[in-house]
């Protein structure tokens, strides 16, 4: 008997226009009573909330219609804006599929998740190898955090791909596909197939 139904979790959903992928950061402005009140139950439980792309609808106002696919966003920092709004850092994490959504009196969205399987740590295989090169000279030349990565994290599958998601322009629907992917090298292999 598998025990996939007990992996199931609650996770209040934040939909934006956005894709966050696993290690990505994300500033966010906060103004909706209903975020305002999942960002207050998040750190008073230590835990994090879901960030999906919208399909349907705006970031604010009446509930839209997001992607089933989604990441866990952790708070990093907090502050308060210029406008006096709540703003927050926050980092991706774990995947997740929403099962069931619901909605709640306050408009928040909450989701009954199953956590998509960690990524492997595998190396980058030698079709994949221009990619690792293309993304050291992009974090070359637009820095951030990232730049400073060991050498190591540059012959990691996962990490690779996901940098590349993360930092090449390409549009949310196809940033939405790669993050579904759950082999790191079809991810690669994507990403590669999406490069002019």
Request: net charge negative; aromatic share 6%; proline share 5%.
């Amino acid at each position: 008997m598998s025990n996939e139904r007990s992996a199931t979790e609650s996770l209040g959903l934040f939909p934006l226009h956005t894709v966050l992928v696993p290690g990505a950061s994300l500033g966010l402005r906060i103004f909706e009573p209903r975020y305002l009140d999942l960002v207050r139950d998040c750190s008073r439980e230590g835990r994090g909330f879901g960030i999906c792309l919208i399909i349907d609808g705006e970031e604010s106002g009446a509930a839209t219609s997001a992607a089933a696919y989604g990441t866990e966003a952790v708070i990093e920092d907090f502050g308060r804006g210029d406008d006096g709004l709540l703003t927050l850092r926050v980092r991706g994490t774990r995947r997740f599929h929403a099962r069931r959504v619901r909605v709640r009196d306050n408009g928040l969205q909450v989701a009954d998740v199953d956590w998509c399987g960690e990524d492997p740590i595998e190396p980058v295989r030698p079709e994949h190898a221009l990619l690792a090169t293309l993304l050291r000279e992009v974090l070359d030349k637009v820095g951030g955090e990232h730049a400073k990565a060991t050498a190591d994290r540059f012959d990691d599958a996962s990490w690779v791909g996901w940098r590349l998601v993360e930092l090449l322009p390409v549009a949310d629907e196809q940033r939405q596909a790669l993050l579904q992917l759950d082999d790191p090298h079809e991810r690669l292999q994507q990403v590669l197939s999406l490069l002019p």
